[in-house]
């Protein structure tokens, strides 16, 4: 049977069109005349300018540096296109060993580079195995270029395997959580789309966007007529949305004029100049700020910085200004996890509610990740970073000598609070210090020993280790820290911090992450992907040998139940026997030590860690620890 | 000098002991029962195993823990996220134990070079 594919989609519309009509035209042949294509004169075997050299030049355009992918015959074509057509090289193949791996290396990526990676997939089971990832970074308002293969033409399938992995629609399985999709039927269609989905991605509020790529599209043949018409379009990214100019004055006015103003930040700042920024704006009122982390947004060791004491401030607070929160309501009210739920608000009556967020321009409905509606009092929808010029100047304008002295004043106040909370933390981190399994608060500290000195990112999920890391070690560069997954799909800690590492490698910094261990055992292979791509990378696992967090639900049931309490371990346990990290890592590919109990050892072997990380490679140490 | 330290020995061995001195209003418990308790009916699991505690889940309970009627008054019935520990799975006795346990936590070492 012959196999040749249209040369031109528009032909191939045309017959679509064609047999179309004719399905409802008298019978013109037997239906019993055996299925045959006809014949294809003059069969060519060979082409040297297939589709997908041209879907790399449209690649190149958009300045991809990577592209992750596990390999997949649905996008074959184009995959052979950027390693030879292409050199392998802007994009670079990064081969990964699973889809979910791909994406959340993207959505580490993007947090560190500032730029988005791409993706290819199979659209059918590849997109399977992706979707988690693709959730997390939609939830972390984060934008992976998803590029996925599939066949459209049933009658140029290759019998068997093309057809379970040929679908209708690819893209409808994640729709709900992606910001655009196509389905190119050209490849002058696939340019507009290509550089259309760049610029929909990069625009606040950031997600992924999804082309699918037929197969014919990426393999057959760019005539001369075709290639005649191929360009790739012009991008131009769109200018963040900034607030209102009514609404900036007025939200000016209320925090200038406010005894205990207080700014949240969550996934305030995109870039560095979101971190200027904010600092500006804090200094220019002597508010305090309070971190949620989302983003790095502000030094920690600012003197404004008072994220330990967010409760007390929302408490007390006359104004609050929430930059880009996740979660508004939750921030402003307490809720009770018992077997009666219940919520109150944490404000006094009369706390002006400020919000400024891009999320009020493009919410969906399914996925449910929005939250409880923040009853606010100015809603800005725009985005965070983008509006504080406008909002600093307008607070400039409106503060007399009067508001700078009493400014002053809360200054002073809030430094002494600062100074306070870090002697404290470093009070309690002493507590249960030469303890085994070792306790997180020593974990944090001999790594930040290690690795103080240096030009160092942290690139692990915020949040992890009981916030030691936000409350002891000095955080003032945009790529120390990157936030979290956004959905809270475990198995992205690994894959992130790669994906990050790789954005690092370049600038010689040293990419560290803490590692979960129910989260390494999710896909594995991506340490593989670490080795064999020479990702330099410090892994010290936070190894508490369970799914800690479902275990403390499951207790929480327990307890709540009165029918026993010391069962909670059972399926949220990861022991008997116990995981050998370090065997599975080398393994692997990667240079690995542990499982490390005594917390004496674990000053030695960091050392050694790093020295093979600067020689460019991945370094794991198994660390047992406490729980959190 | 020598005496201070003896007396330092006395006191830390009186903590090692099977049979805790109770605190006032804390029944006599045994530490180290205390300590199998404080692992198997989940007490760890927000407070760390060695009651350090957590910024993230539970507060640090030793070596100074509330006195033994706020204690248990709390344990029965708290007020936040921490989940009720009825007499009915955890007896007035195991909760000695416990008490016991987290009394007898070591205190901090002084003057970390890693904390400074």
Known sequence: ?628 | MTRLLIAVFVLSAARASQAQTPATGAPAGNADEGKKLFASVGCYQCHGLEAQGSSATGPRLGPRPLAFAAFSRYVRKPAGQMPPYTAKVVSDADLAHIYAFIRSRPEPPKDVPLLR
């Not at chain 1, 294509?37 to 050299?53: I, M, S």
């Not at chain 1, 106040?413 to 981190?429: G, K, Q």
């Not at chain 1, 022991?575 to 674990?602: E, S």
């Not at chain 1, 490679?617 to 729980?627: A, G, M």
């Open chain 1, 1 to 628: 049977m012959s196999e040749k594919r249209s040369v031109d989609r528009r032909d191939f519309l045309k017959t679509a069109a064609a047999t179309g009509a004719a399905a409802f035209a008298p019978a013109q042949t037997s239906a019993a005349a055996p299925q045959a294509d006809p014949p294809v004169a003059d069969e060519a075997e060979t082409t040297d300018r297939p589709g997908g050299d041209f879907m790399v030049d449209v690649l190149k355009s958009l300045d991809f540096e990577y592209v992750a992918a596990n390999p997949g015959s649905s996008f074959r074509g184009i995959h052979e296109s950027i390693i030879n057509y292409g050199g392998n090289a802007a994009p670079e193949f990064i081969t990964c060993c699973h889809e979910e791996s791909s994406v959340a290396m993207a959505h580490g990526y993007f947090k560190a580079e500032g730029k988005p990676m791409a993706v290819l997939c199979h659209g059918t089971v590849g997109m399977q195995h992706a979707a988690m990832a693709i959730y997390n970074a939609y939830c972390d308002r984060v934008p992976v270029y998803l590029m996925a293969g599939n066949s459209l033409d049933a009658t140029l399938r290759r019998p068997g395997v093309e057809w379970a992995h040929s679908v209708q629609d690819a893209a409808a399985m994640v729709r709900d959580f992606i910001k655009w999709d196509d389905l190119p039927f050209s490849l002058p269609h696939f340019a507009e789309s290509a550089v259309r989905a760049y610029k929909i991605a990069m625009t606040p509020p950031m997600m992924p966007v999804l082309l699918v790529l037929d197969g014919g599209l990426q393999e057959d043949p760019i005539t001369p007529e075709l290639g005649s018409r191929l360009r790739v379009p012009k991008l131009t990214r769109a200018s963040a949305p900034q607030g209102n100019s009514a609404a900036v004055v007025e939200a000016a006015r209320l925090l200038v004029a406010a005894q205990t103003p207080v700014i949240v930040a969550d996934r305030a700042a995109r870039t560095p100049a979101g971190i200027t920024l904010l600092i500006e704006l804090a200094e220019t009122l002597q508010a305090p700020v309070v971190n949620q982390g989302g983003r790095m947004n502000f030094p920690t060791r600012h003197p404004l910085n008072q994220s330990p004491n967010a409760r007390q401030l929302v408490a007390n607070a006359d104004v609050i200004l929430g930059l880009e929160l996740t979660d508004f309501w939750g921030t402003v009210n307490a809720s009770r996890d018992a077997l009666t739920r219940t919520s109150r608000p944490i404000t006094k009556p009369g706390t002006k509610l400020i919000s400024v967020t891009a999320l009020d321009l493009a919410m969906k409905g399914n996925y449910q990740d929005f939250q409880r509606y923040p009853e606010v009092d100015i809603a800005m929808a725009a985005d965070g970073e983008a509006t504080l010029p406008a909002l600093i100047e307008a607070c400039k304008r409106l503060v007399t000598a009067d508001r700078r002295s009493a400014f002053a004043a809360r200054g002073k106040r809030l430094a002494e609070a600062h100074a306070s909370w870090l002697e404290r933390a470093r009070a309690e981190a002493a507590y249960g210090w030469d303890a085994s399994p070792i306790s997180t608060a020593r974990m944090t500290m001999e790594l930040w020993g290690a690795i103080r000195n240096e030009d160092w990112a942290l690139v692990a999920e915020s949040g992890i280790m009981s916030d030691w890391t936000s409350r002891l070690w000095s955080f003032d560069k945009h790529y120390q820290s990157l936030g979290g997954s956004g959905g809270a799909g475990v198995g992205y800690g690994a894959p992130a911090a790669i994906g990050a590492a790789l954005s690092n490698k370049k600038r010689g910094r040293l990419s560290v992450t803490i590692q979960g261990d129910g989260d390494f055992l999710y896909a594995p292979g991506v340490w593989w992907t670490a080795a064999h791509h020479q990702i330099p990378l410090l892994a010290v696992m936070h190894n508490n040998r369970a799914y800690h967090q479902e275990l403390m639900h499951v207790q929480r049931m327990a307890n709540r139940h009165q029918r026993g309490v010391t069962r909670a371990h059972i399926g949220t346990t990861i022991d008997n026997p116990n995981v050998d990290f370090a065997t599975i890592a080398k393994g692997l590919g990667v240079h690995a030590q542990g499982p490390i109990t005594n917390p004496n050892d674990l000053g030695p072997a960091l050392k050694r860690a790093i020295d093979v990380v600067k020689r460019g490679e991945p370094s794991l140490i198994d660390v047992v620890t406490q729980p959190r």
